[in-house]
């Protein structure tokens, strides 16, 4: 971390590279950091501050359950089928060092990780905060002004996660080359100040070239309202709201309307006036009772409306978080689809993240960091397209179109170092054990015979020798 003293061998610091950017001035009139300026009596330089404050962002995510809930199965579904290292694109053989050297480094990217960590904490904060910071270690990284102003440099030696709610930027026409600092972290009364080779930072909805936008900030009304009407409802009543999902299978209408009737007549007379039962028949959720003896349903019609609004936001729907949703989007094939938009999104957005900034200074160019995709019918479309893409590959080779490499590249594989596997006409052993049985037709008969001078002789059905 910035906090420790890194030093090369023999107490000698490795020169940091300068970085080849056009740092021109610009002539729009945005700027970094409008929200404050350089205070002009004390000269200091403070970070411009966001629009709501982080830390009331973090408070309310951590008080209410629908957006904790969110914000879990978002980083669940993001990084939770892991990830691969693939070939770039137009590169046909990689190096094997350069592959093993980024497996090592993913394997354990700081000493504290115990297993993609840094991950985690990078999609936790994007989603929540539409900003997400994760520090550079170098092996030549120099600090200046007591140890508070850093510079990356040398070659990279891990990466921290830094926490969102705690870093601001540094008010400025643009971010400047190091060694001039960009970022400024303020923690419990201590600060610390990165240049912007030193600390990455990504956002998503960017407004102008500050910040990103947490999708609560134009929910802090629904979330309040939510927050008010359960707390009304549950000094009310002991325990929290019943939810039951009941799996019926395929039943008939009478069966479902006697089913029904008897439901709510147990819920109304039971303990709690308040209910929700999810019916599943068979097809998925068709049919869902709300019973609220107090005001006719409103209290929980309100709650439905208050949970549904803070999903579309961001974007996932109730399905996923184990909820009952009617109206058009019911269908759970609908519903996953848009959701699959929503993961595949923060997909892109790391995975340029990581191949554009962080690849590089590993030194590695033959391969790209890529998410696996969770999509069933995307899963589906590809085998589709392998299968034919083989059907056709297998005619190109039977023709002599297409070397064997040729192939493999087009299947995504490395080619192979044999020259003949580039020739288009060298055939497989397979090919060339049918294309000796189609040109000769019959294989002909051998005799083996025991001469007398203990020699064997091999002759052929003629009787040639």
Not at 224 to 250: C, H, M, R
Not at 330 to 349: C, G, I, M, T
Not at 397 to 425: C, H, K, T, W
Request: net charge negative; proline share 5%.
């Amino acid at each position: 971390m910035a906090e420790r003293k890194r030093f090369r061998l023999f107490g000698r610091r490795k020169e940091v590279d300068e970085t080849e950017m056009d740092f021109k001035a610009l002539a729009s009139l945005s700027r970094i950091g409008t929200a404050t300026t350089i205070d002009k009596r004390t000269g200091a330089k403070t970070g411009a501050a966001t629009g709501v404050s982080y830390s009331l962002i973090r408070d309310i995510s951590l008080k209410s359950e629908v957006i904790a809930a969110i914000i879990r199965r978002c980083v669940d579904d993001v990084i939770g089928n892991g990830y691969r290292f693939q070939l770039a694109d137009g590169v046909e053989r990689g190096n094997p060092a350069d592959l093993e050297r980024l497996r090592m480094f993913f394997k354990m990217p700081n000493p504290e990780d115990m297993g993609d960590e840094w991950l985690e904490s990078l999609v936790y904060d994007l989603t929540l905060f539409g900003d997400a910071y994760l520090e550079l270690d170098g092996t030549g990284d120099t600090s200046a002004n007591d140890g508070q102003d850093w510079t990356f440099g040398g070659r990279l030696a891990s990466i921290w996660p830094v926490s969102a709610d705690t870093v601001e930027i540094i008010p400025n026409e643009r971010l400047p080359p190091p060694p001039e600092m960009a970022y400024v972290q303020t923690l419990n009364g201590m600060q610390r100040r990165f240049a912007s080779n030193k600390l990455l930072h990504i956002a998503k909805y960017k407004t102008g070239r500050g910040y990103g936008i947490s999708p609560i900030v134009p929910l802090l009304q629904t979330i309040a309202g939510q927050l008010n009407l359960s707390n009304y409802i549950n000094e009310q009543f002991t325990g929290t709201l019943p939810k039951t999902i009941l799996n019926v299978g395929d039943i008939s209408n009478a069966e479902m309307k006697s089913m029904l009737a008897m439901l709510e007549q147990q819920l109304s007379t039971g303990k709690s006036p308040f209910g929700l039962v999810a019916v599943n028949g068979g097809t998925g959720f068709q049919t869902h009772r709300l019973i609220d003896s107090i005001k006719d349903g409103q209290h929980l019609d309100l709650l439905y409306y208050y949970r549904e609004e803070i999903c579309a936001v961001f974007g996932i729907p109730p399905m996923k978080l184990g909820w009952v949703q009617t109206g058009k989007m019911s269908n759970p094939e609908q519903q996953l689809e848009a959701w699959y938009d929503v993961v595949e999104s923060f997909h892109k957005r790391i995975e340029s993240l990581i191949n554009h900034r962080i690849l590089p200074l590993l030194d590695v160019e033959d391969y790209v960091f890529k998410f696996n995709t969770i999509r069933p019918s995307k899963e589906k479309i590809m085998a589709e397209i392998v299968k034919s893409r083989g059907q056709a590959i297998a005619a190109l080779r039977q023709e002599g179109v297409i070397s064997v490499n040729e192939a493999r590249l087009m299947l995504g594989y490395e080619v192979l170092e044999n020259p003949e596997a580039s020739d288009p006409f060298y055939l497989s052993p397979k090919l060339s054990i049918n294309k000796g049985k189609d040109e000769s037709g019959d294989s002909e008969e051998v005799i083996t015979v025991d001469n007398e001078d203990g020699e064997d002789s091999v002759t052929d059905s003629d009787g040639d020798e």
